[in-house]
């Protein structure tokens, strides 16, 4: 039996999402980490993404005014970290400080890595929209790298050895073969 959702909760009727760590840079270049579980693929040629940030966070004018972000990855072993990167602001903390993750410098953006991540799209802004209560970000990858462990021989991803974090709701979970 179908249950019909109510006005305000029709999202419950969705996926779950993953969830990323995104990186930014100030114009002085100091960085910051925003978790978002809004990110998708939306072009491979040129290969595009897209995210999903709310006007009222400190990234967000980080992110649209330098014109770059990376999309850090993270793994299962690093949910608590990831989860406060989402529930304080980069305009109280230094996130990277207060959570011990580590930054690395990125191949083609100032913006830095998050090394304790084990995927990452380095991106340039190439269009904003406003969609409701988010903007929506694209960007253009521009260089990518990954943990050399969690490739195979053909350079693809093997899902579980990486844990990458789905949630809903704030519920995280990690992959497993059905
Ligand atoms: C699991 C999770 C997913 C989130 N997804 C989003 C998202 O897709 N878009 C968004 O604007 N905020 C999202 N947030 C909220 C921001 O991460 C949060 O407001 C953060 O503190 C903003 O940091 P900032 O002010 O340093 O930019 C999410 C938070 C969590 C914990």
Redesign the pocket.
């Known amino acids: 039996m179908k249950q019909a959702l109510p006005e305000g909760n029709f999202l419950q009727g969705g996926p779950p999402t993953s969830?990323v760590l995104v990186t930014c840079v100030d114009s002085e270049g100091n960085p910051?980490i925003?978790?978002?579980?809004?990110f998708m693929y939306i072009s491979q040629r040129p290969p595009q993404v897209c995210i999903?940030?709310?006007p009222p966070?400190?990234?967000?004018d980080l992110i649209v005014g330098q014109g770059e972000f990376a999309v850090n990855v993270p793994t299962a072993e690093i949910i608590e970290e990831m989860?406060r990167?989402?529930?304080?602001?980069?305009?109280d903390v230094n996130?990277f400080e207060d959570t011990g993750l580590t930054p690395i410098p990125a191949q083609r953006i100032i913006s830095p890595l998050i090394e304790e991540c084990y995927g990452h799209l380095e991106c340039r802004v190439v269009q904003t929209h406003t969609c409701g209560d988010?903007t929506l970000i694209v960007g253009e990858v521009v260089a990518g790298s990954a943990d050399a462990d969690v490739l195979d021989e053909s350079g693809n991803q093997i899902l579980t050895k990486a844990k990458p974090v789905i949630?809903k709701n704030?519920n995280y979970h990690t992959v497993k073969k059905p």
């Open positions: 969830v910051n925003i978790t978002l579980g809004m999903g940030v709310a966070r400190y990234s967000h989860h990167c989402g529930v304080v602001s980069g305009r996130k988010h949630q704030w």
